[in-house]
């Protein structure tokens, strides 16, 4: 899950480009860019860290242009250089750069046809850098010297025909303009939206539309599953199916923790969704244990708050604040290494003693994947007092690898797998644990949107809405993924063979 955007606008668009990418910082923290382009010319600046720590006012005053894409990089394929960093670019045809959010299932395959067939070479183990190649190919097979947004659209369809996995992108064309799309099914986020400028209309597509409520554009529509949006240089804006089955069957791990609450997804609202995730949590622990003895239900900072909430009032219980989250850590989750994550958690969140002191406390979590936040927490409510500790997860237990695009390849390193409830809640130190059911969560989200078909809930069951995942294919993404294999890959020197970076 990283974050993308790509704007269109009658004047510079650095500024708003930087102002997306720090609304979606919490999709990615390892590294940031931004591509932008005055007519003929493009400007890149990209590098390793947030966004406040990437872009200089030097770096900001060279991104020029009226039209530009950006992204922050949450690393699940290649390496953590900078070289892999995003956008990507490639200069035929026209000049093309690309910022992706997602996973290709099949990228090896494609890299070897790019090679063999297309007479194109990929630098790095990157698939978005394979994703661009496609692209770049599919557009090239036109054979025009000026392309309309037809081409681009038969471009986008040669892309679903030959790629599997989630691909939610923004590609930019030299001088012509913006190609939003999404994968057939849907599963990473993105929508677009327009804001009036002096002679027309500012176009903006991004991965959530936290980032367009922010720049004051408002939300035209979701790109829908295999659809592409082109935004014109002119200030034009065209939209094509692009996919010949498309279905809906978006990430539901997004409406559990990874997007923002105050983001609309495919016309659900993942604050309403996480509601009703904690109300259904409370009904289940009312059928489980009627008389259960909770004194006070206390959420783990910070998504979790939402659905805490909700079923803390459901039951009827006390909602007390008993963490108290340092506001310059960021997500603990998507840290690269799990030193790291298990470091943070402790520098991260605090316990007020007060709250829990000889109280049955309920702790609330959004997920338990690798259950570095919750054997910690738990000891900490202990530390603090606590009579008993109890465990609510608002989405059921995570037993199977993630290949879209959320770093959790290695089903050994989830600790739900393989193990039974009351095994989990042994491993993590609670009194008692309680999941929420899958049925419910799917729910919970569908409530939003009932036309939205299925979800993604493979990281539950398993199950990968593409298809291209078979246990050869997980094997392998957990050689290449796992912990140990990607602190080794940290020890080794990553030389950074780039094209111009603005440094
Ligand atoms: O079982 P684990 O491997 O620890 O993963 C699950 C935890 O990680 C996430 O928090 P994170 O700190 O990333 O972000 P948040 O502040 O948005 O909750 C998530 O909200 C859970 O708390
Ligand atoms: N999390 C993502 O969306 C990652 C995008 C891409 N696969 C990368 O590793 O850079
Ligand atoms: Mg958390």
New binding site residues.
């Given amino acids: 899950?990283?974050g993308i955007v790509g704007i269109v606008s009658n004047g510079a668009v650095n500024q708003s480009i930087y102002d997306a990418l720090t609304i979606l910082q919490h999709r990615?923290q390892d590294a940031a860019g931004i591509m932008t382009c005055e007519g003929s010319q493009l400007y890149l600046r990209k590098s390793n860290g947030l966004v406040r720590d990437v872009f200089h006012t030097r770096h900001m005053l060279r991104l020029r242009g009226k039209m530009g894409i950006g992204h922050v990089?949450?690393?699940?394929?290649?390496c953590e250089s900078s070289a892999?960093a995003?956008p990507f670019y490639v200069n035929s045809p026209y000049g093309l750069t690309l910022a992706?959010?997602?996973?290709l299932v099949n990228a090896e395959s494609l890299k070897k046809n790019l090679f063999r067939e297309d007479l194109r070479h990929i630098n790095t183990d990157?698939?978005?850098e394979v994703l661009l190649n496609v692209f770049a190919h599919e557009l090239q097979r036109r054979g025009k010297l000026r392309i309309n947004a037809d081409d681009v659209f038969a471009a986008v369809s040669g892309v679903h025909q030959r790629c599997k996995g989630a691909y939610a992108a923004v590609a930019m064309i030299t001088g012509f303009g913006v190609v939003a799309f999404r994968d057939p099914h849907g599963v990473r986020p993105l929508v677009y939206g327009r804001r009036k400028n002096s002679e027309g209309y500012d176009y903006m597509a991004a991965s959530e539309s936290v980032a367009l409520d922010s720049l004051g554009f408002e939300l035209i529509d979701d790109v829908r599953p295999g659809e592409a949006v082109f935004l014109g240089y002119d200030g034009s804006i065209v939209t094509r199916q692009c996919a010949d089955q498309p279905s809906y069957s978006p990430c539901i791990f997004e409406h559990v923790y990874l997007a923002r609450p105050d983001s609309i997804i495919d016309n659900v609202s993942v604050y309403k969704a996480r509601l009703r995730m904690g109300e259904a949590l409370a009904e289940k622990i009312e059928r489980e244990r009627p008389q259960h003895d909770i004194d006070v239900v206390i959420p783990i900072p910070d998504t979790s708050r939402t659905a805490a909430l909700q079923l803390a009032n459901t039951l009827g219980i006390k909602y007390r604040e008993g963490f108290i989250k340092n506001r310059y850590i960021g997500r603990t989750f998507i840290m690269p290494g799990q030193q790291q994550r298990k470091k943070s958690v402790r520098q991260k969140l605090n316990a007020i003693e007060l709250e829990f002191r000889d109280k049955n406390v309920m702790l609330v979590d959004d997920s338990i994947v690798r259950g570095t936040t919750s054997q910690q927490i738990i000891q900490m409510a202990r530390d603090a007092g606590a009579r008993n500790v109890y465990f609510a997860s608002a989405a059921p237990p995570v037993r199977y690898p993630n290949v879209y695009?959320i770093d959790m390849p290695t089903k050994d390193e989830l600790i739900a797998h393989g193990r039974t409830v009351e095994q989990i809640a042994e491993e993590i130190g609670a009194d008692w644990l309680v999941f929420q059911a899958l049925d419910d969560l799917v729910e919970a989200v569908r409530k939003g949107n009932p036309d939205i078909s299925e979800f993604d809930c493979s990281v539950f069951t398993g199950e990968y809405v593409t298809g291209g995942v078979d246990a050869e294919y997980l094997d392998h993404i957990e050689q290449l993924r796992s912990d140990a294999a990607k602190q080794d890959r940290r020890l080794a020197d990553h030389e950074v063979i780039e094209l111009h970076n603005n440094a």
């Fill in positions: 899950m990283c990615g990089r949450y690393p699940t394929a290649g892999e995003q992706h959010n997602g996973n990157s698939d978005s695009g």
